[in-house]
């Protein structure tokens, strides 16, 4: 049965950093994209990054783009996403999802079939 858990969150200042993790099971990572989303209360659910499972392409929203960092470990069936330069307007539950394909072809959730529970990540001082 697939299963992903994140872990890695909490609480930090601004400027701070975060690395969060992926842990993927049940199925070959490598044959498919692991996208990381957040959400915040009252919002929807936002693209943040993705990485693909083929050749490691990735994929980036503006916001975090230069500060965050998705990576993954295939052996270890793990997806990481350092976040850097963190600021107050990255505090969020952070979700990993796996896509239905190996290509990241889009932030849109309705493209990932599986979820893990969320992990949370708050910036402030």
């Known amino acids: 049965q697939v299963q992903l858990v994140e872990s890695g969150g909490g609480l930090v200042q601004p400027g701070g950093s975060l690395r969060l993790s992926c842990a993927a099971s049940?199925?070959?990572?490598?044959?498919?994209?692991i996208g990381w989303f957040r959400q915040v209360p009252g919002k929807e659910r936002e693209g943040v990054s993705c990485?693909?499972?083929?050749?490691?392409?990735?994929y980036y929203a503006d916001s975090v783009k230069g500060r965050f960092t998705i990576s993954r470990d295939n052996a270890k069936n793990t997806v990481y996403l350092q976040m850097n330069s963190l600021k107050p307007e990255d505090t969020a539950v952070y979700y990993c999802?796996?896509?239905?394909?190996?290509?990241?072809?889009?932030?849109?959730?309705?493209?990932?079939?599986?979820w893990g529970q969320g992990t949370q990540v708050t910036v402030s001082s």
């Open positions: 999802a796996k896509e239905t394909s190996v290509w990241c072809r889009s932030t849109n959730p309705r493209n990932f079939g599986s």
């Open positions: 049940g199925f070959t990572l490598d044959y498919y994209a």
């Open positions: 990485v693909s499972g083929s050749d490691g392409s990735t």
